[in-house]
């Protein structure tokens, strides 16, 4: 038997590496032992190397699972340069790709085999794999299997099956992963036993840290890549449609720059991706779709064109900067909308209260990074849970940013949140303190606070950028509960009682007071958003369930009158726009209980049919009348009721006589004789005489 090969003699001999990078050699020598593996290393630390190295000292075939069809293009190019047999199964393969890995396969001649998750569904891949000698599974991006993380992939919930099926040891790398999603990891992909877990320094001191307010966006990248001209990157954006026109604007400023987004075609992805490769100074204009799997070391330089969704993946994406270790740059511009687009992400998911509550204070801890008042890697550190001196390498480092004892603004405004039963968004509380008395500010009689008008001097931008420092500094968070009204977290309470002093940053809120401009007009009020946020969430988990697209369930305007008006009752519901019978019958309880946060009482069809017409009411009145004639006048008499279908045909009818009353039907001599007066007293809505019991 052939001795195992050295890892470090293969490092040298296949890569062509001196020597291994820090924190690498411990990782490969416990995957080459065999040891179930949790690796956390920053991005450009080398994590492939740790599973490929590995690959060639053990027996079998190791399986890389990733979620990057790019990155495994290229790490298959890459290896198979160095002579070392590996192959790709994903679903841009052409044919002869496809059948050169299964050549491969039964020839022995293969030592990797990357897959995407989605394979792992197929009925044959475990087959496949018992037949290719699988001896170790490598998974990259190990964080896309939390649920409730930024790139969570359904499929990687099959891994931990199949690692238990093969029997053999798995190890797990990611470079971005808080302790909750790496206790999740644990769960999912180890079965809950620790692996030997590995937690690298996640500091890229050669990446410069930048955040900007928006003032003129395109017009600030435009600057920034002008600034850069002729070197390579990337520019993410938040939609599709920006991508296109910030790459148009870009070309037309004479820069060779391409868009990228999910919506395109895989052949129009994959050129892109071999342009980006190959081209010196090209700019992508991309959504979060493009670059995870982009292993180019020269790009030079990293523009959000819009917030992230989180400090996880901010990080991730500015890492694909330098990494080659020579300096790079990143820019951030984010600004209110951002903000209440990241909020309404998270307000409309699927997730329950508690992870969106969550989602809410990794938004806050976003906040905080672009609102810092000092060093940005701190911070960016001290999320990861590292320790780290002032970097002198991020814009606050270099150019201090000018500062005031906010503290009282902040007990105003934490006041004013709290006499307001912390039941309202930031615009009514600045309403308030500003001393703007609009209708729903009277109605409720906000106007007579003491804290109504106490901040007058800051104005309405100022006191946006005091609210949104704020959240930064995680004193107050949206309540999912209550449809995104603010309320105080535990870090608000020392300020409110003088124990704490806070301090904020002067001229972030001088630049939004400066660049104050009308607000564009909402679909609803700010009071009304966090509820249409509720709605539209509760009608994408409707439409996913039934497998049709959201518009079928109800149109946004009928979800925005519903949460202008409120509706009460299923009556109050029907007579919402685009609430027939039919979706009364299906969804208006449903809705109903996410309006008033408790369930519709239950109501027989026959007078649900009613429901949101003047009938109903005469239904009703119908019911109570015999509820209360049921035994007779005196209550001692036998029982007699009429159907629900009987009384809404009565209702629908509305006589006005006994005999018109019998010729409706149903009712007999009997209850024709308890009933009849009573109800034509109902139908008229006049109380009948006392004792009235026949005919006469």
Known sequence: MAPRPEPAELLRSVFGFSGFRPGQEEIVEAVCAGRDTLAIMPTGGGKSLCYQLPALCRPGVTLVISPLIALMRDQ???????????????????????????????????????????????????????????????????????????????????????RAALKVPLAAFTATADSETRSEIVTRLFNGTPPETFLRGFDRPNIRLAFAPKNKPRAQIEGYAAARRGLSGIVYCATRAKTETLAQALTTA????????????????????????????????????????IDKPDIRWV???????????????????????????????????????????????????????????????????????????????????????????????????????????????LSAALRTGESFGAGHLIDILTGNATDKVRTRGHDRLPTFGVGRDLGRAG???????????????????????????????????????????????????????????????????????????????????????????FPDRTLIEMAQRRPQTLDEMAQITGVGA??????????????????????????????????????????KTQTRLARGPGGTDKPLSCTPATLRRIAEARPTTLEALDRIGALGEQKLTRFGPAFLAALSDVEPEEDTDGFS
Not at 118 to 133: I, V, Y
Not at 260 to 284: K, N, P, T
Request: net charge negative; aromatic share 6%.
């Open 76 to 162: 298959v190019r890459a290896l198979r340069e160095a002579g070392v047999g590996a192959g790709a199964l994903t679903s841009g393969n052409t044919e002869d790709e496809t059948d050169s890995v299964f050549d491969m396969l039964e020839a022995g001649r293969l030592k990797l085999l990357y897959m995407a998750p989605e394979r792992l569904a197929s009925g044959g891949a475990q087959a496949l794999l018992r037949r290719a000698n699988c001896g170790l599974i490598a998974v990259d991006e190990a964080h896309c299997v939390s649920q409730w993380g930024h790139d969570f992939r359904p499929d990687y919930l099959r891994i931990g099956e199949l």
């Open 463 to 553: 006191w946006q950028a005091v609210f949104r420092q704020m959240m930064g500094r995680d004193l107050i968070r949206p309540d999912p509960e209550r449809h995104g009204a603010l309320r105080m977290t535990d870090a608000a309470r020392p300020v409110l009682r003088g124990e704490e002093t806070v301090i904020l940053r002067e001229d972030t809120v001088e630049a939004a007071r400066a660049a104050a401009r009308p607000e564009p007009r909402a679909l609803v009020e700010e009071a009304d958003e966090g509820l249409l946020a509720a709605l539209k969430a509760k009608r994408r988990a409707l439409a996913e369930a039934a497998r049709v697209p959201a518009y079928v369930i």
């Open 303 to 413: 523009a959000h064109a819009d917030l992230p969704k989180s400090i996880e993946g901010y990080y991730q994406e500015i890492g694909r900067a330098g990494r080659d270790g020579a300096p790079a740059d990143t820019l951030t511009l984010y600004g209110p909308d951002d903000i209440r687009l990241r909020r309404a992400q998270i307000d409309e998911g699927l997730a329950p209260p508690e992870r969106k509550e969550a989602d809410h204070a990794r938004l806050n801890a976003l906040l905080g990074l672009a609102e810092a008042t000092a060093c940005r890697r701190q911070i960016l550190l001290g999320y990861f849970g590292e320790e780290s001196a002032p970097c002198g390498n991020c814009d606050l480092c270099e150019r201090p940013a000018r500062l005031f004892d906010a503290t009282q603004s902040v007990r105003k405004a």
């Open 254 to 293: 004479g820069h060779t720059a391409i868009a990228y987004h999910g919506g395109m075609a895989a052949e129009e992805r994959r050129l892109a991706e071999g342009r980006f490769q190959q081209e010196d100074g090209l700019i992508v204009a991309a959504t979060i779709a493009f670059g995870m799997g």
């Open 582 to 623: 039919a979706k009364l019958d299906r969804y208006g309880g449903t809705f109903l209980a996410v309006i008033t946060g408790m369930d519709a009482p239950p109501m027989h069809p026959a007078r649900r049919a009613l429901a949101g017409r003047d009938t109903g009411a005469l239904y009703d009145r119908l019911m």
